[in-house]
């Protein structure tokens, strides 16, 4: 593209740049700080407060004769600022909360490659990466991060890391050739952001900015709107019933008071007097205080939570999407079969090995052993992609001093081909069709297990022909690659992690629905799903039966299937009922080759059903998933900044086991909540009961609302923080979860508390202000003994 060209073009077609949305503006985030019914609520209490009064601190007559035993004047000025102060700190809370949202597109900023190499007008040129539009020709090499979406035109051993878009641990291969109709899966295309691992590319830009896929995801993180957490809307159903009570409350003791002759400045200050005392002024620091604690505790479990509500909203869960590699799986690939001798040996995979192993004793499985080890290393230059060789390597024998050993690994039918040979029981045997046949089945089953597998074979160089110091040429290949001895199969698998299985099976104790979603290919998917419980033993997909019964697939009933596993393609063209169908009627699924766009439509479809959902992610292309969430959990170590960011909880150890504790975390929370709200509660009635007899029998106020603050504030506090502390219930994590339309915070038993004992107790205390009043000249009205 030549610089005038240029010129044009760029005043058409989007920098390179992702488009980040403009930040909240303050005034619009502090009004919503500011908002709520608790703050509204006493807001409308310290306004009459502050505004200016006969009797009050700004000047004026004093009240009459009828009022001097209603609180000082100064009182309510204090009362007003406390009021005030209240609004102001839960404002600002809110408020922060808010803000860190607006955090999350930051992290994007530092996955904007800096600088990017283009040819233009046959010239190699450094540019600023933001300047690089579509139709450029770029090149990128190991180290580079790729600059736009590319479609690849020339390619010389270029592998690129998809992991934060399509979660495949393994680089993946680039080259010219169109290989997929999914972009993402086609080896022509490489993707803004990107890193490139090795090897050299060159590619013309097809997209920039919010046009390319990595844009795309920004967009959609950005653009989602977060609904409420569970625990914020317990909350405002409570504040809302609250709110109907002082109100009713306020009302009706104001309009008695004016009925019984008091004047409508000590009408006010009734009508306050109950607001305050119905308002849990201390309701936010508690539920504050008690979620921090909680999220302490979860933190030495290795989950560490952003957002405060989200350890309830953990607790709530009825659904986890949870993703493959590293997540459910070590995220390391390790072996776990062979076959060697006509046999299939199972490797111990677990953890800290100490799982059972195999007899190590056969002299096949040592010559097995030195081929891998051997061939660990080996290394292609660029262009060599299409050698059908995978690994080869020549090495001299220590127990012959004139000898060579030449050792290949590579795809299993491919080293078959060159041998005509099998060792067996550490004897070379002629490879007859019986033994092909042993082979075809051996790679058939280790394949049908979702596991990769390697073909491994050795020649001993003759030392006539090959003496010490003979010179190997790997371009000429002055050495055989044929009439070789096969030795044996390995196959590969990313294992599930050890403390998985029991996590799982927890979580379907609790009720709560396992969904694995991954990008990986549904057989390996299936496979791991079924090692770690999340297809239970026993459970059928669609193609089991249809394997079973030998019939097409098409003809199961899929409501017969409990189990079943969706791939990506299948999923692009289903409707929203056919999904939800699926997630209604199977209890175990799994999502294989998912893109982020459905991974985001898996989570809404989970959420139509009334679920409360947790999604697990580290990639970018989990961000979307991960904020429309009902909680979003990114991975500790393996996690992008990105995902982190986006996400309400992150595991330290990337270990789905951790979400299991936090699960019982969440839901101990809410019982002790309900704890603490109850005894808050109790208190209600006896500051109510002061300013009922005041009115009704004109005893003095022995409880000012300055002093309910100061109770509800201070004294009241700290027992109801310290039932955090209470231990869960032994059937914690053997119950449903939660309903949120039915089983909520507040119900009908802890109304009940309104009217518990305590509050009954309180009753005789307020009987002492009479023979102080009496003594003072005042009488209580003669309808109190009545």
């Given amino acids: ?56 601190p700004w000047g004026g007559p004093r009240c009459p004769p009828g009022a001097q035993v209603s609180p000082p004047a100064w009182c309510q000025l204090y009362l007003g600022v406390v009021l ?10 809110s408020y922060y909360q808010e803000a860190k949202s607006s955090k999350i597109m930051d992290s994007f900023k530092n996955m ?7 040819i233009r007008e046959g010239e190699k040129i450094q540019i600023n990466a933001e300047n690089v539009v579509v139709g450029d020709l770029v090149e990128v090499k190991g ?50 952001s990107t890193n490139c691992v090795e090897g050299t590319a060159r590619g013309i830009v097809i997209s920039t900015g919010d046009r390319t896929v990595m844009g795309r995801i920004a967009s959609l993180a950005s653009g989602l709107e977060v609904g409420r957490t569970p625990i914020a809307m317990e909350i405002e159903h409570f504040i809302r019933l609250i709110t109907g009570v002082a109100v ?35 309701l936010l620091a ?87 080890g051997l061939c660990n290393r080996a290394v292609f230059k660029p262009g060599q992609e299409n050698v059908s060789i995978s690994k080869l390597s020549i090495h001299e024998r220590e127990d012959d001093p004139q000898g060579h050993l030449l050792v290949m690994k590579g795809a299993p039918e491919r080293i078959l081909d060159r041998c005509s040979r099998i060792l067996l029981q550490g004897q070379e045997q002629p490879l007859d069709q019986e033994m092909r046949e042993a082979f075809q089945n051996a790679y058939l089953e280790l394949g049908g297990l979702g596991e990769r597998v390697l073909g491994f074979c050795h020649l001993y160089l003759p030392p006539d022909k090959f003496p010490r110091g003979f010179r190997f040429d790997a371009d000429e290949v002055n050495f055989p690659t044929s009439d070789l001895c096969f030795v044996g199969l390995m196959s590969m698998i990313d294992p599930p992690r050890a403390a998985v299985p029991d996590a799982v099976g927890k979580c379907r104790s609790a009720g709560i629905k396992v969904i694995m979603v991954t990008g990986d290919h549904p057989i390996t998917a299936k496979a791991i799903a079924k090692g770690v419980g999340i297809i239970s033993e026993g459970n059928e997909t669609v193609e089991d039966i249809a394997a079973r019964l030998n019939i097409p697939v098409s003809q199961v009933n899929p409501r017969e299937a409990k189990a079943c596993v969706v791939h990506g393609s299948d999923l692009k063209d289903m409707s929203s009922e056919q999904l939800d169908e699926i997630l209604r009627n199977h209890t175990e699924i799994v999502f294989a080759r998912t893109s982020p766009q459905q991974k985001l439509i898996i989570v809404e479809g989970c959420q139509r059903q009334g679920a409360i959902v947790a999604v697990t992610g580290d990639g970018v292309n989990d961000s979307p998933a991960l904020k429309k969430a009902d909680i979003g959990i990114a991975m500790g170590i393996a996690g992008s900044d990105v995902s982190k960011q986006a996400a309400d909880m992150i595991l330290l150890d990337d270990n789905f086991a951790s979400i299991v504790t936090g699960v019982e975390e969440g839901r101990l929370i809410f019982d002790n909540l309900k704890k603490s709200i109850a005894y808050t509660l109790t208190s209600n009635i006896p500051e109510i009961t002061p300013f009922l007899l005041f009115i009704i029998a004109n005893i003095p106020l022995p409880l000012g609302t300055v002093t309910i603050l100061c109770i509800d504030l201070g004294t009241d506090m700290v027992p109801a923080i310290s039932l955090a502390y209470e231990a869960a219930e032994s059937d914690i994590m053997k119950r449903q979860p939660r309903n949120p339309r039915s089983d909520k915070l507040v119900n009908e038993r802890l109304i009940r508390s309104w009217g518990d004992p305590k509050s009954k107790d309180a009753d005789p205390g307020m009987l002492i202000p009479i023979p102080w009043s009496q003594s003072n000249g005042v009488d209580p009205d003669p309808n109190l003994w009545v």
Avoid at 25 to 46: D, S
Avoid at 84 to 93: D, K, L, P, Q, R
Wanted: proline fraction near 5%; charge should be neutral; aromatic fraction near 6%.
């Fill in 84 to 93: 005030a102060a209240v609004v102001i700190v839960t404002g600002c809370f």
């Fill in 248 to 282: 009713f409350l306020g009302l009706s003791f104001f309009i008695l008071s004016l009925i019984l002759g008091y004047t409508w400045l000590e009408a006010v200050i009734f009508l306050i007097g109950i607001i305050v005392a119905n308002v849990p002024e201390g």
């Fill in 286 to 372: 508690t539920v504050t205080v008690c979620l921090t604690l909680t999220a302490k505790r979860m933190a030495r479990k290795n989950c560490l939570v952003k957002n405060l509500e989200a350890v309830e909203t953990l607790g709530s869960t009825s659904t986890i999407c949870s993703d493959k590699t590293g997540t459910l799986t070590q995220n390391r690939m390790t072996v776990a079969h062979m076959w060697f001798d006509n046999q299939i040996h199972e490797a111990d995979t677990t953890e800290d090995q100490s799982g059972a192993t195999f007899d190590k004793r056969s002299p096949t499985w040592a010559a097995l052993a030195r081929i891998a």
């Fill in 112 to 118: 904007v490659p800096q600088q990017a190499l283009v």
């Fill in 1 to 56: 593209m030549g610089t005038l060209a240029l010129g044009t073009h760029t005043g058409r077609v989007a920098q390179t740049n992702v488009p980040l949305s403009p930040p909240r503006a303050t005034l619009r985030g502090a009004n919503c700080g500011l908002g709520g019914c608790q703050t509204t609520l006493a807001g409308t209490g310290g306004v009459p407060s502050l505004s200016p009064c006969p009797g009050g």
């Fill in 143 to 192: 180290g580079d991060r790729v600059p736009a979406d590319m479609r690849i035109i020339s390619s010389h051993g270029c592998k690129v890391d998809n992991s934060s878009l399509t979660g495949e641990s393994e680089p993946q291969t680039r080259s010219p050739e169109f290989t997929h109709e999914n972009p993402l899966e086609t080896r022509n295309i490489c993707f803004f």
